[in-house]
């Protein structure tokens, strides 16, 4: 049974240093990894989605690595702002049809 | 990319009555899915939901609870039925995007029941 990890559960940080979250999983016979974010009491919103044959991928401050052998991925946030202030999830796509594995997430706090 | 609207966004209900929450999507999917987030927990998929049949559901997860319709390829809806303050959750749909690779959520549906 595919389980995902988040390490760290919860990170504060001051206003432009970078972030740096984790995420493993159990089984690497993933279709794709995906990273969304979460504002209190809200959907989810889509980062960065890196398919299983990539080892990266990269949107403005944003950079995902992906090593599937070893089970891992790493968001990366760069020069990080107030406004990155969320919650963030990594979930694995286990089958064809879309399933998502998710992780528990890392609360991620920005302070000016 | 797909766009997801979600209704109703939240909701108070009293125990023992039943929600229905609504999903669109702007294209036609052939799968949806449903996703329950507890307080302080992540997402829990409850179950696939394909157009012209009946939907599959997770382990820990009956369709006399949450049932759901797919009446076509675009609308979606799940019902949480005889509601128990244990239901308290955010609710949400979800569709692949072209291509079948990455997922879309609506904007969930807060549910409280008192």
């Known amino acids: 049974k595919q389980e995902v990890t988040q390490i760290p559960a919860a990170l504060s940080v001051p206003e432009g240093e970078n972030l740096v979250l984790n995420c493993s999983f159990t089984d690497s016979a993933i279709y794709n990894l995906q990273w969304f974010r979460q504002d209190p009491g809200k959907g989810l919103t889509s980062l960065l989605l890196i398919q299983s044959s990539q080892r990266e991928q990269t949107s403005g401050r944003l950079n995902a690595s992906l090593d599937k052998s070893s089970g891992r991925s790493t968001l990366y946030i760069a020069a990080s702002q107030p406004g990155d202030s969320a919650t963030y999830l990594c979930?694995?796509?286990?089958?064809?049809?879309?399933?998502?594995?998710f992780g528990a997430g890392t609360q991620v706090v920005v302070t000016p | 990319s797909a766009v997801i609207s979600q209704k109703p966004s939240r909701d108070i209900c009293q125990r023992g009555t039943s929600l229905t929450i609504q999903c669109q999507v702007d294209?036609?999917?052939?799968?949806m899915f449903w996703y329950r987030q507890q307080p302080g927990q992540s997402l829990t998929l409850i179950a696939t939901?394909?157009?012209?049949?009946?939907?599959?559901?997770e382990s820990g997860f009956v369709i006399d609870k949450f049932p759901i319709s797919r009446p076509n390829l675009t609308f979606s809806t799940l019902t949480v039925s005889n509601m128990s303050p244990e239901d308290s959750s955010i609710y949400l749909c979800s569709a692949p995007g072209m291509r079948n690779t990455e997922a879309f959520f609506g904007q969930g549906t807060r549910l409280t029941v008192v």
């Open positions: 979930a694995v796509k286990t089958d064809s049809w879309g399933k998502l594995q």
């Open positions: 939901a394909n157009q012209g049949s009946e939907a599959t559901y």
């Open positions: 294209s036609q999917v052939t799968m």
